[in-house]
């Protein structure tokens, strides 16, 4: 950092705030919720890293007692000793917040400055990519963020009925924006009757279950609300005709190798196809995304209320790991914070592993592929399941298959399965019962 010249500091906005954490245990709370980075110079770094460490010890924080243990650690000479920190005293100050946010602010443009360093120098060795412009993104948002860091908020229920807007509010809050399925039983499941701004959905299953028809079927269903699908599996092309399928409930041969000379087929996918071309339903295949990626897309595109992505194992890493779990586990982490960021929720499809396939079970959230944390991190995880034979009998003869939908978890909401069919030949997916 040093070698860096002209950065952003605030050395006097420094010493008023550690004279205030040496001088006011009123305000200690407020102030040990910064970082050290968030001091510009060594000397106040180890004067609030001993003060925190009074603090985590039981000890009352006061000149004297930091001085003490900067001196046990043989610091007190380099922090100026014992005068510099009872030189550190001033008169009760007003709006501590503000002077704690200048220190967070100036810390965040410091980052800024020192991770554009970075990335130039990147950008300059052999064999550099645009993997590392998607990275920047994250560096400078993950940067501001912190920047508008606040200090914990506590209140009691009074004060947060008062904030929800009244009791009314505070029991049944508005959830005009929460996204339904096509499906009413489920919906009904949904703690917000549908899929809530912010939130990480989930879903699992096994290849050809149905995992990217029923995202279709969801995408399609918010069509015109706006939608933005990610396809790192699939083509465009391959993904319109399964939609166009579904729209119009046509076998999905008539749509790949239909008689186009045929009027009335010619009519029909020809209406589907103006009906959707007139939507805001966004479909992008760039194989090699990431969560940066997908994020800048959704900002540049404008008016997107549902992200979906097919699917979560074939996203790419930020930088790589020591092993796929831990890979995985960023990227499942970064994708509930763009889902927060954005305030739109993300319908995100993944793997699960062979075990269940092989003992005919039903799926549990373990078996998601690579877990790490995406069980952690989703608000929502749907697994589908289906007996494999029955699924291979059905599709030889071309007719619809039992299917179960799970809800294996929820954030404050019932978890349970809902019966349904499904006929992959023309991408339909309805319900028959809830349990």
């Known amino acids: 950092m040093q070698s860096i010249p002209n950065l952003p500091e605030a050395i006097e906005t420094e010493k008023l705030v550690l004279a205030v954490l040496l001088n006011e245990a009123d305000a200690v709370a407020a ?11 060594e000397q106040h770094k ?12 039981g000890q009352e924080i006061t000149p004297m007692s930091v001085y003490q243990h900067l001196k046990d650690n043989g610091h007190h000479d380099s922090v100026g000793g014992i005068t510099y920190l009872t030189g550190l005293s001033v008169p009760h100050i007003y709006g501590l917040e503000t002077y704690l946010g200048t220190l967070r602010v100036k810390a965040s443009l410091r980052r800024g400055i020192i991770a554009a360093h970075e990335l130039a120098n990147r950008l300059a060795m052999p064999g550099a990519g645009v993997e590392e412009l998607h990275s920047a993104d994250v560096l400078f948002r993950e940067a501001a963020s912190r920047a508008e ?23 049944r809050p508005d959830r005009s924006h929460a996204i339904p399925s096509p499906w009413s039983y489920f919906n009904s499941m949904l703690s917000g009757g549908g899929f809530l701004p912010g939130q990480l959905v989930v879903l699992g299953a096994r290849p050809s279950l149905g995992k ?16 933005a699908v990610f396809s790192l599996e699939m083509g465009s092309r391959e993904n319109w005709f399964r939609m166009i399928a579904s729209h119009a409930n046509l076998p999905l041969k008539v749509v790949t190798e239909g008689d186009l000379e045929n009027p009335d087929i010619r009519l029909r996918l020809n209406r589907v196809a103006s009906e ?20 800048a897309a959704v900002r540049r595109c404008g008016g997107i209320r549902l992200v979906v992505i097919d699917y979560l194992q074939l996203l790419s890493p930020l930088r790589k790991r020591q092993t796929r779990a831990e890979e995985v586990s960023e990227i499942s982490r970064a994708l509930k914070i763009a889902a927060r960021d954005l305030q739109v929720p993300f319908l995100v499809l993944s793997q699960l592993n062979r075990t269940p396939a092989k003992d005919a079970r039903a799926p549990e959230l373990q078996d998601l592929r690579e877990s790490g944390s995406i069980e952690q991190d989703a608000d929502i995880v749907l697994l589908l399941h289906a007996d494999p034979k029955e699924v291979k009998a059905a599709i030889e003869a071309r007719r619809a298959n039992a299917l179960d939908l799970i ?14 069919m499904f006929n992959p030949a023309n991408m339909q997916i309805w319900e028959t019962e809830g349990i």
Do not use: H
């Open 31 to 41: 102030i040990l919720t910064l970082e050290r980075d968030e001091f510009f110079i």
């Open 149 to 171: 860091r606040k200090a914990p908020n506590l209140m009691n229920l009074g004060k947060y009925v008062e904030k929800s807007g009244g009791i009314v509010p505070f029991y």
């Open 276 to 295: 959707l071309a007139d939507t805001p339903l966004y479909l992008d295949d760039t194989t090699g995304a990431n969560v940066p990626a997908i994020v």
């Open 212 to 227: 990217s028809a029923t995202a279709a079927l969801i995408a399609l269903g918010a069509k015109d609300r706006g939608v």
């Open 46 to 57: 180890r004067i609030f890293d001993a003060a925190r460490w009074c603090s985590d010890n």
């Open 407 to 420: 809800v294996a978890k929820q954030r404050s909401g019932a978890t349970g399965t809902v019966r349904m």
